[in-house]
């Protein structure tokens, strides 16, 4: 039931995040110069915590699910940036990409230094 219950989650994330990307504008006021990019790397914390719980049911050596949840959310945040590249209002940023790799990146790194 658990392994359902991760995968779902994340699924539902990664829609969320979608459905996010598809608006031409968010309410969010700017608070400070870098805010975007560290809203960013947050969601993607997030989505490595998820992709980390759900691979976790796949794989039993944490490097190999470390660089498997590193990766996919990666390459998610390639397609959530080459997505809103069609969405009037939105801009495709290699930085915003980064930025997502980073956050996820840190979860991941966190989580293999923890091993939860």
């Keep these: ?3 359902i219950l991760d995968f779902t989650s994340l699924f539902l994330y990664c829609l969320f995040i979608f459905w996010l990307s598809d608006q031409p504008t ?3 006021p700017d608070l400070f ?6 809203l960013h790397a947050g969601a993607y914390f997030i989505m490595g915590v998820l992709a980390w719980r759900s691979f ?3 794989l039993n050596r ?3 699910l470390a660089l498997l949840s590193i990766t996919f959310c990666s390459l998610y945040g390639v397609s959530d940036e080459w997505h809103q590249s069609f969405v009037e209002g939105r801009c495709s940023d290699i930085v915003d990409w980064l930025a997502d790799t980073g956050g996820a990146g840190l979860a991941v790194f966190l989580l293999y230094k923890l091993r939860w």
């Design 62 to 64: 944490p490097i190999i």
């Design 26 to 28: 968010l309410p969010v």
């Design 33 to 38: 110069p870098v805010q975007d990019k560290v």
């Design 56 to 58: 976790k049911h796949l």
């Design 1 to 3: 039931m658990t392994k």
